[in-house]
């Protein structure tokens, strides 16, 4: 801090100031061993998913256990992750269905996340999969009797004929009533839908009202109000041809120019919420996260109505994925991170300026240079069929900031705690195996703690803490990421500072402007002038953001001639 001094004392110091940003990148994959390789986090399905035996199931509806490098394996005890194939050839059906110990309870909140492929046959694929929940009298043996555009779930637009040509002959369903019992019954559908089929007769109508090509949509497959009857003409007198259009609910438009089949693993979030007794919503979103980084991303969305009713269940339901194919195909696969009901866990990031009397920069926070910093990450778990085992924990480490300790610290029922290996850093991030499962029994929170200094930077440097990614044998779960701002080192000088000549008897108003080295304006609230008259008379003034302030002097603090003032610039 330097004072220029005469009938004015200007001061020029330093101070320092904050702000933020990140993205992500994609590769190709071409087919089904490619996929395999670049098979991103999941758990394993031990017990969890059943084949269905519905008539028509391929034997192509399979699981298979990776290793964490993305081999695959028969050896339990080397898996760390499933992949369930849905269909991957012409002319299939396929199901598979959770297990009775691992149903949908439509009377509590859920929440899903999974990793779906399908196939990288672009504009040539067909016909996509569809995610199901179920309360089919014919439980794991539910399948539409349909193949193609029903995905193994809607209702079956066949070309069945029925009359005679003395009564006029009838082709396909007069009735929506007899249309509907060829579905999945008491179920609702969200279909991940890689085929148009507007061709405007039987079997290839359900989508002419979509208006969109590639597409997530939802609905009650065995609900009358899902299809729509169209009456056509034939070429043979006396047959009247009956086709059905599908009406669409939380339609996501996938667009055109990058189709769903594209080669990419999409990764999948479902959020259901009971509402009441004979209502809840489902909120779903696609591409939420990148299958290369695992970073976070808005993805594309869309929320619906869920009317209980339609399951015909007092709250436990199956679930699970159908697909089928017809003259088109696609390699579906599906691998998962949280099944509904089997873990309920959560993991929250917040990061504190401890110099700064534990002030929280989590979301776009301004700290100094040389400010200790706490990284704190909350494990939650809150319940589920299952306790969290083998919990490995992805820390991703912040840049520009100096890590000085690492601790877990386990609570519940029970305490325990551990220390985190600093030097195993790899790629940016810390690998480390937690040695507790979390449970509601003993240890239900497990609170990771790095300590650090932020760096000394020249310039407003943006720090990102990245997402945490937690990967249990049951369950992944994802910490939010955190942005801050480490102020660089900038000089401040002080303007407009002039000599000022008042009448006797009035007060004087002093004005000026602070200009920073760095330039941009100044956070409200940080930065103040203070002024001395005379030496025994102070005021002090917050300087605005546009780096201007201004007091006033009362006149009885002034006296006939020259009255030396000070301005002295402070954060």
């Given at each position: 801090?330097?004072?220029?001094?005469?009938?004015?004392?200007?001061?020029?110091?330093?101070?320092?100031?904050?702000f933020?940003?990140?993205?992500?990148?994609?590769?190709?994959?071409?087919?089904?061993?490619?996929?395999?390789?670049?098979?991103?986090?999941?758990?394993?399905?031990?017990?969890i998913?059943?084949?269905?035996?519905?008539?028509?199931?391929?034997s192509a509806?399979?699981?298979?256990?990776?290793t964490?490098?993305?081999v695959?394996?028969?050896?339990p005890?080397a898996?760390?992750?499933s992949?369930?194939?849905?269909?991957?050839?012409?002319?299939?059906?396929?199901?598979?269905?959770?297990?009775?110990?691992?149903?949908?309870?439509i009377?509590?909140?859920?929440?899903?996340?999974?990793?779906?492929?399908?196939?990288?046959?672009?504009?040539?694929?067909?016909?996509?999969?569809?995610?199901?929940?179920?309360?089919?009298p014919?439980?794991?043996?539910?399948?539409?009797?349909?193949?193609?555009?029903?995905?193994?779930?809607?209702?079956?637009?066949?070309?069945?004929?029925?009359?005679?040509?003395?009564?006029?002959?009838?082709?396909?369903y007069?009735?929506?009533?007899?249309?509907?019992?060829?579905?999945v019954?008491?179920s609702?559908?969200?279909?991940?839908?890689?085929?148009?089929?507007?061709?405007?007769?039987?079997?290839?109508n359900?989508?002419?009202?979509?208006?969109v090509?590639?597409?997530?949509?939802?609905?009650?497959?065995?609900?009358?109000?899902?299809?729509?009857r169209?009456?056509?003409?034939?070429?043979?007198?006396?047959?009247?041809?009956?086709?059905?259009?599908?009406?669409?609910?939380?339609?996501?438009d996938?667009g055109?120019?990058?189709?769903l089949?594209?080669?990419?693993?999409?990764?999948?979030?479902?959020?259901?919420?009971?509402?009441?007794?004979?209502?809840?919503?489902?909120?779903?979103?696609?591409?939420?996260?990148n299958?290369?980084?695992?970073?976070?991303?808005?993805?594309?969305?869309?929320?619906?109505?869920?009317?209980?009713?339609k399951?015909?269940?007092?709250?436990s339901?199956?679930?699970?994925?159908?697909?089928?194919?017809?003259?088109?195909?696609?390699?579906?696969?599906?691998?998962?991170?949280?099944?509904?009901?089997?873990?309920?866990?959560?993991?929250?990031?917040?990061?504190?300026?401890?110099?700064?009397?534990?002030?929280?920069?989590?979301?776009?926070?301004?700290?100094?240079?040389?400010?200790?910093?706490?990284?704190?990450?909350?494990?939650?778990y809150?319940?589920?069929?299952?306790e969290?085992?083998?919990?490995?924990?992805?820390?991703?480490?912040?840049?520009?900031?100096?890590?000085?300790?690492?601790?877990?610290?386990?609570?519940?029922?029970?305490?325990d705690?551990?220390t985190?290996?600093?030097?195993?850093?790899?790629?940016?991030?810390?690998?480390?195996?937690l040695?507790?499962?979390?449970?509601?029994?003993k240890?239900?929170?497990?609170?990771?703690?790095?300590?650090?200094?932020?760096?000394?930077?020249?310039?407003?440097?943006?720090?990102?803490?990245?997402?945490?990614?937690?990967t249990?044998?049951?369950?992944?779960?994802q910490?939010n990421?955190?942005?801050?701002?480490?102020?660089?080192?900038?000089?401040?000088?002080?303007?407009?500072?002039?000599?000022i000549?008042?009448?006797?008897?009035s007060?004087?108003?002093?004005?000026?402007?602070?200009?920073?080295?760095?330039?941009?304006?100044?956070?409200?609230g940080?930065t103040?002038?203070?002024?001395?008259?005379?030496?025994?008379?102070?005021?002090?003034?917050?300087?605005?953001?546009?780096g201007?302030?201004?007091?006033?002097?009362?006149?009885?603090?002034?006296?006939?001639?020259?009255?030396?003032?000070?301005?002295?610039?402070?954060?």
């Open positions: 801090m330097g004072i220029k001094q005469g009938k004015l004392k200007v001061v020029m110091f330093t101070i320092a100031i904050t933020f940003a990140s993205i992500s990148g994609v590769s190709a994959v071409t087919d089904y061993p490619n996929a395999i390789k670049a098979a991103p986090h999941g758990i394993t399905l031990n017990g998913f059943q084949t269905g035996t519905g008539t028509g199931v391929s509806s399979k699981t298979v256990n990776l964490p490098n993305n695959i394996t028969t050896d005890n898996a760390t992750k992949v369930v194939t849905i269909t991957d050839n012409i002319n299939q059906k396929a199901a598979v269905w959770s297990t009775d110990g691992n149903t949908f309870d009377n509590e909140n859920e929440t899903a996340s999974m990793w779906v492929y399908l196939g990288n046959g672009y504009a040539a694929a067909g016909d996509g999969m569809a995610l199901v929940l179920q309360n089919d014919k439980h794991n043996a539910a399948i539409s009797t349909g193949s193609g555009e029903t995905l193994g779930v809607w209702a079956n637009d066949e070309t069945l004929t029925t009359g005679n040509i003395l009564i006029g002959k009838t082709s396909g007069n009735k929506v009533e007899d249309l509907v019992k060829t579905s019954q008491n609702w559908a969200l279909e991940f839908d890689t085929h148009t089929n507007d061709g405007r007769n039987a079997n290839n359900f989508d002419i009202n979509v208006g090509n590639n597409h997530l949509a939802s609905g009650y497959p065995a609900d009358t109000g899902t299809y729509v169209n009456v056509g003409g034939s070429l043979i007198p006396l047959v009247t041809n009956y086709f059905y259009s599908q009406k669409h609910s939380g339609i996501i996938y055109k120019d990058v189709p089949s594209n080669g990419q693993w999409h990764h999948v979030t479902l959020k259901y919420v009971s509402k009441s007794s004979v209502e809840g919503s489902m909120t779903y979103t696609i591409d939420d996260k299958p290369q980084n695992n970073v976070m991303l808005p993805g594309k969305t869309a929320t619906v109505s869920i009317d209980k009713s399951f015909n269940s007092n709250g339901i199956r679930w699970g994925f159908t697909g089928s194919t017809g003259a088109s195909y696609e390699t579906n696969l599906v691998m998962f991170e949280q099944v509904p009901g089997l873990v309920n866990a959560s993991a929250t990031q917040k990061v504190t300026d401890t110099t700064q009397k534990n002030k929280d920069v989590t979301n776009n926070g301004l700290i100094q240079s040389d400010d200790s910093l706490s990284f704190v990450t909350d494990i939650n809150s319940g589920g069929k299952q969290w085992k083998n919990i490995n924990a992805s820390l991703k480490i912040p840049n520009d900031v100096t890590l000085k300790s690492g601790t877990i610290t386990y609570s519940g029922a029970g305490t705690s551990e985190i290996n600093l030097t195993n850093i790899s790629n940016g991030e810390i690998t480390k195996l040695k507790n499962n979390l449970s509601s029994t240890y239900s929170n497990a609170k990771i703690t790095l300590l650090g200094t932020a760096n000394k930077e020249t310039k407003d440097t943006v720090v990102h803490s990245d997402e945490s990614e937690f249990g044998s049951n369950a992944v779960v910490s990421a955190a942005s801050f701002t480490i102020g660089g080192i900038r000089t401040l000088t002080l303007s407009g500072i002039n000599d000549t008042v009448k006797a008897g007060g004087a108003t002093i004005a000026g402007t602070v200009v920073s080295s760095l330039g941009g304006v100044f956070p409200a940080t103040t002038a203070a002024i001395k008259v005379n030496d025994n008379y102070s005021v002090q003034a917050d300087v605005g953001t546009d201007k302030f201004s007091v006033n002097v009362p006149s009885d603090q002034l006296k006939l001639g020259k009255n030396p003032y000070t301005v002295m610039a402070t954060d």
